[in-house]
């Protein structure tokens, strides 16, 4: 007898450092995360490098290493239709205001972030804090 599937998304976190050694550790927790659904081997590589470039462009605008109490967070939220995973960061400055992004043509990056998953949405809030929200959805086998 299967469980009902539940309304509430179940939640994975992650916080590592803002170092470029620790990407392979954010990578490998979305493939733990990832395979716990109903996604093809190319669509979890394509969730890992996904996530990779955020990480990657967190460590870019923040500086390798950042200050000691720079970390990167990795929210994973798991629907049976789709997992969603925020990467935030926070500058500690004041950023512009709320606002969201879509890719830039010159950032590599944000372009492969783009093809590589259904949903890319980059918000920055007034505390200096960004986030990437990146939708994988389940597509029925055919």
């Known amino acids: 007898m299967s ?11 992650l916080s590592i450092p803002c170092r470029a050694e620790y990407v392979g550790v954010a990578r490998l927790a979305i493939l733990g995360v990832a395979s716990r659904l109903d996604f093809s081997y190319d669509e ?17 605008h923040l500086g390798d290493g950042g200050s000691d ?7 994973c ?22 606002k969201v992004e879509k890719a830039d043509p010159e950032n590599i990056g944000a372009l ?7 949903s890319v949405d980059i918000s920055h809030d007034p505390e200096g804090g960004t986030s990437i929200r990146l939708v994988k959805m389940v597509h029925p086998s055919s």
Request: net charge negative.
């Open 3 to 13: 469980e009902p599937v539940s309304e509430t998304p179940l939640v994975v976190t």
């Open 112 to 118: 492969l972030m783009e093809i590589l998953v259904d």
């Open 69 to 75: 109490a720079t970390s990167i967070n990795l929210r």
């Open 44 to 60: 979890v590589e394509d969730l890992r490098l996904a996530v990779g470039e955020a990480c990657a462009g967190a460590i870019d």
């Open 77 to 98: 939220e798991i629907a049976p239709a789709e997992l969603t995973v925020v990467v935030g960061y926070s500058t500690g400055s004041s950023g512009e205001g709320s």
